[in-house]
């Protein structure tokens, strides 16, 4: 089956700690997103890839790094420098830009938990 | 920027009624898109149903349905013969129009609406 895998489900971090949370997907898709929920919040960009290689900042990207090295793959490492990581992250990808209407809508991973010790 | 704004944190139905959550927005854009996501407590984002700016019709997606009122930037979602299975948190969500050539779509998302059905 086509989907959006995210591992691990649960995650634990100590203090001065780097983590990082797996994003692995086989539709296909150019362009992967990483997207942190919070409470009351609703759900806030982290970081978006939409080639290879290719990765911008999205609104809230100050403690985290991310990598593309292949097209299925989008890697979100959360740094120590990130003195908030308790949240739940989600993993998102859509197809390229040669589709029309299609690439407007995104899938969705089921999400990793991230706790601080 | 665009904002998204879900004015009902809470709400709650019987089943088999009809229920509508409600979410205005703000943009200058003329050109974008709107949704509704739905997250069940597995935590999975589902999509609802969407709909384009420049479409007047309002979509329908089976059960539910939309009420796209571009003037007043409002969306709300209706969801007629509630079930069980439709307890979830329901998120409404913004995208500007993306141009030909590029792949990347930016979600602006609401807080979300938590809704409960009772039997």
């Known amino acids: 089956d086509g989907g959006i895998t995210q591992s691990p489900k649960y995650l634990f971090r100590k203090e001065g700690q780097n983590v990082t949370l797996s994003c692995e997907q086989n539709l296909n898709h150019d362009a992967m997103y990483w997207y942190r929920q919070d409470p009351g919040q609703g759900l806030r960009l982290i970081y978006y890839s939409q080639i290879v290689n290719d990765f911008q900042k999205g609104d809230i990207a100050e403690g985290y790094s991310v990598s593309r090295e292949k097209k299925e793959s989008f890697p979100l490492t959360v740094t120590s420098a990130q003195k908030n990581p308790t949240a739940f992250y989600l993993c998102?990808?859509?197809?390229?830009?040669?589709?029309?209407?299609?690439?407007?809508?995104?899938?969705f991973g089921a999400g990793t938990r991230l706790s601080v010790l | 920027a665009q904002t998204v704004t879900q004015s009902q944190p809470e709400m709650s139905v019987q089943e088999a009624e009809t229920v509508t959550l409600s979410c205005t927005y703000d943009?200058?854009?003329?050109?974008?898109?709107l949704f509704w996501y739905k997250q069940p407590p597995s935590r999975q984002m589902i999509l609802v149903i969407r709909?384009?700016?420049?479409?007047?019709q309002n979509a329908t997606e089976n059960r539910f349905s939309v009420n796209f009122q571009k003037a007043a930037k409002s969306f709300s979602l209706k969801i007629s013969d509630s079930q069980l299975g439709d307890t979830a948190m329901y998120f409404c969500?913004?995208?500007?129009?993306?141009?030909?050539?590029?792949?990347?779509?930016?979600?602006?998302f609401g807080q979300g609406t938590i809704l409960t059905v009772h039997p």
């Open positions: 943009t200058s854009e003329s050109n974008y898109y």
């Open positions: 969500a913004f995208m500007k129009h993306v141009p030909s050539g590029t792949s990347y779509g930016k979600l602006t």
């Open positions: 998102a990808s859509s197809v390229g830009a040669g589709a029309k209407l299609a690439k407007n809508i995104q899938y």
């Open positions: 709909q384009e700016a420049y479409k007047q």
